[in-house]
């Protein structure tokens, strides 16, 4: 589970001076309340809003496990203790499960989808996160079934576009692996030319940045042909959509990233119910 201090400083951002609301109105009173699915998905951040409610002295039941299948009606955290500790974690809450359960349920449809095609290949995300939400981002990919790929710029190598105008393909893998020894060499690459170079190069892994299927097919032929699709992961991304991912799948390859995971969220609907 992420930090504590984390998930308060959502509080904070939401409640900075306490809940007037609640403070006004309502009596130091305890009172039950359930969260449930208001719609079909994969449940995530129940955790995190578990947490959230205990500290605040709340009793949780969490009734079902983050990475659940879930229905309509769904009852994900049973909660008991004080009313106006419920108040308070409640949008807070809300909000968590419903953007990581909407991020795990798109990551598990297109996972399906992808394994269905090509039982090999993984879905990922990328680094198109809402930032200071990149670590519930990330853990609703993994429990949806997805990649999360790299969490940060120090997570991983992975030469782009801009570094390649800078440096040339073969300088830039040979300077990253004398970096280091324990990290895998990505290249991002727009061509089968390119994907010659870096792979020839040293390259672990190769993104092929916006093709198209053709394409990508075609370029896994000119590698293969010249001995060196065995030696790299073939990664796709660039514009991949739920429409067209199971066309991609097809061709091969290992991996296929996508921002929209992240970044385009549909948010899973939740509800708190107060149980009188």
Request: hydrophobic letters at 45%.
């Amino acid at each position: 589970m992420v930090p504590l201090d984390y998930l308060l400083n959502f509080i904070h951002e939401d409640a900075p001076f306490g809940d007037v609301t609640s403070d006004s109105v309502i009596p130091d009173i305890s009172c039950r309340a359930v969260i449930r699915a208001e719609q079909d998905g994969v449940a995530a951040g129940l955790e995190e809003a578990a947490a959230l409610f205990s500290h605040f002295g709340v009793w949780v039941r969490q009734d079902t496990r983050d990475g659940a299948p879930v229905k309509n009606g769904t009852v994900l955290l049973s909660l008991d203790g004080p009313a106006k500790g419920i108040l308070l974690v409640e949008r807070t809450a809300l909000n968590i499960i419903g953007r990581m359960s909407g991020i795990a349920t798109q990551t598990r449809v297109l996972a399906e989808i992808v394994r269905a095609e090509n039982p090999r290949c993984r879905v990922a995300g990328t680094r198109k996160t809402a930032p200071g939400l990149r670590v519930l981002d990330k853990k609703a990919i993994s429990l949806g079934g997805g990649d999360p790929h790299r969490s940060s710029l120090s997570d991983g190598v992975l030469l782009k576009d801009n570094h390649l105008l800078l440096v040339p393909v073969a300088e830039a893998v040979k300077k990253a692996k004398e970096a280091s020894a324990y990290r895998k060499i990505e290249v991002e690459v727009e061509s089968a030319d390119d994907a010659l170079i870096a792979a020839r190069a040293g390259a672990d892994i190769l993104l092929f940045d916006n093709m198209t299927p053709t394409r990508v097919t075609s370029t896994l032929y000119t590698l293969e042909s010249a001995g060196l699709r065995g030696n790299v992961l073939i990664e796709l991304s660039g514009g991949i959509t739920a429409e067209t991912i199971r066309e991609y799948a097809r061709t091969g390859a290992d991996l296929i990233s996508l921002g929209a995971l992240t970044h385009t969220v549909k948010n899973f609907s939740v509800t708190l119910e107060i149980l009188t």
